[in-house]
Nanobody, 122 residues
Framework: QVQLVESGGGLVQAGGSLRLSCAFSGRTFSRYAMAWFRQFPGKERDFVAGISWIGGSTYYADSVKGRFTISRDDAKNTVYLQMNSLKGEDTAVYYC???????????????WGQGTQVTVSS
């Protein structure tokens, strides 16, 4: 069974940076596509960024393009989200997700982390 544990959230001033990490365990990490989502209070989770299981293709929500970067280290079983030029509207709980089958997020996400809070003060 896949387990995902996020870390790296916290409080940061607008314009600052944070790097989130998601540690993967329980299965072969390199076979999984990974993604980050975020959830605002009272809203559903929104896709932020994704990375493929092979080749490292990446894709982003328009709202974070040019500011956020997703990456993975298969040797460390970890996916990262580097967040730069943070804005108040980036304040949310951030979740990582793993997908083994299918091509759709979040429909085909098989596992989720517990989330980490990111708060950007303006």
């Amino acid at each position: 069974q896949v387990q995902l544990v996020e870390s790296g959230g916290g409080l940061v001033q607008a314009g600052g940076s944070l790097r989130l990490s998601c540690a993967f365990s329980g299965r072969t990490f390199s076979r999984y596509a990974m993604a980050w989502f975020r959830q605002f209070p009272g809203k559903e989770r929104d896709f932020v960024a994704g990375i493929s299981w092979i080749g490292g293709s990446t894709y982003y929500a328009d709202s974070v393009k040019g500011r956020f970067t997703i990456s993975r280290d298969d040797a460390k079983n970890t996916v990262y989200l580097q967040m730069n030029s943070l804005k108040g509207e980036d304040t949310a709980v951030y979740y990582c997700a793993a997908r083994l089958f299918g091509n759709s997020w979040p429909a085909n996400a098989g596992s989720w982390g517990q989330g980490t809070q990111v708060t950007v003060s303006s």
